[in-house]
């Protein structure tokens, strides 16, 4: 049985939690909003609800989990030796959507490492999470609250889509504020390598250290038959251009894209930016539009992207055509998942 509560994310009410934190301790399952996407909570310290956190997400055991914190006296409980790098990136971040990798303390399950020798550890912003950490007294770990493979949850409803009968409590509070995952920093590589690009844009961590750091290239699955990630059932194409500039012509390539589907007798929907979905009306009956946000404005496509793909199953068409957005900032970790839920269906003008 799942147990959906809601909880007001600006004054959580503390009996809820207190219940919610109870089923933490006894092993349970708890499905919560961060400020990122949602998360599948359970004790960090509790092997056996670590173990079933991967069994109910189809999850595979070799990739480890996200420690959640909700004070820096539990960052000493999972991580050891933080270099003065890390502390200049949590002083400015947290609580907020930076995940550090860090050197991890024995104590920790092996499980929840996948058997490595670092843990990566984040202090979400959202009161419900962090109230439901502190009233827990133990650190969580807490992937996102998705079946392994689907977009992230960025509502109550999503998770329940995906998880309900299968986790103890769902609590809903309302939609989450990034829509992305938070970034991961390897922080002890030299350079700083960003491992998954995501709520917090590169830029803004080297204004914060002073140096430059990487970000781990895109491969594509080098591994056969390695699993869709982020992905809707609906296959999707990518449209990326060089260069963005030029919205007329750009929008004219995506059109020719549509059409070649079309002609083949695919039922399309377009998922285009604010500035560009409405020159796709007249493409002729059946083609579906779908908006995210504006070009000029990458945290709101950020925000609406995982919601998008997951409407896009609903509208029965057989293929989405989806237009790219210009490398910088938000548009790194937009662009990450957009090619990984195509699978690498790309294609490039
Ligand atoms: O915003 C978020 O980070 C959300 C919310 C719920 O906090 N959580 C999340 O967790 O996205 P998950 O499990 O969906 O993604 C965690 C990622 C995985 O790609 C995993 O490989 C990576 O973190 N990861 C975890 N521990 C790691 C480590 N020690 N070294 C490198 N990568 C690690
Ligand atoms: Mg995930």
Redesign the pocket.
Known sequence: MTKVVRVSPDNPDAHVLIECARVIKAGGLVAFP?E????LGADAFNEEAVRRVFKVKGRPPN????V?IASLNQLGEVALSIPERAWKLIRWSWPG?L?L?LK?KEDLPQEV?AG?D???V?M?ANPIALKLIELSRTALV????NLSGKP?PTTAEHVIQDLYGKVDVIIDGGETIYGL??T?I?ITAEPPEI??P??IPPEAIERVLNVEVRVRPLVKSPVTGRMRRYAPRTPIIVVEARDYSDLRSYVRRVKEVVKKNVSKRLRVAVIASLETCQHYGDLGVGVKVLSLGSRRDLFSVGRKLFKVLRDVDRLNVDIAIVEGFEEKGLGISVMDRLRKASCYNVVKF
Not at 36 to 39: D, L
Not at 142 to 145: I, K, Q, V
């Open positions: 961060t990122t996407v949602y998360g990739n480890p989990l996200i959640h959507p995940t990798v991890r490492t490595l670092t843990v990566a984040r979400p807490a992937p996102s609250a992230s995952e938070s991961i390897d491992l998954r995501g709520a």
